[in-house]
């Protein structure tokens, strides 16, 4: 993640078998803009965006049954934050 031009986190990528790119990019942004607007650290909320993405990738239908973005969140938690 950049703020003005400068990388300030990153988060891993989830490891998925890929059934269907459609609606990636959606599922990361919807989950990532409320986990920042909630205040979780650029990190975490990347690793949550990321997971969410992951399982949207993962449906063949592209419209999993997505658990609310705080179980994302608590999936992250305990992992040590990236810079």
């Not at 269907?20 to 650290?41: E, H």
């Given at each position: ?14 490891a ?6 459609v ?15 909630n ?11 990321n ?33």
């Amino acid at each position: 993640m950049f703020e003005h031009g400068r990388k300030v986190a990153e988060a891993p990528s989830v490891a998925v078998t890929v059934a269907s790119t459609v609606g990636a990019g959606d599922a990361f942004c919807a989950a990532l803009v409320p986990a920042l607007r909630n205040g979780l650290d650029y990190a975490r909320a990347l690793a949550a965006a990321n997971a969410v993405g992951a399982d949207a990738v993962g449906d063949p239908s592209s419209q999993p049954d997505l658990a609310q973005v705080g179980h994302y969140v608590e999936r992250v938690a305990a992992a040590p934050a990236a810079s």
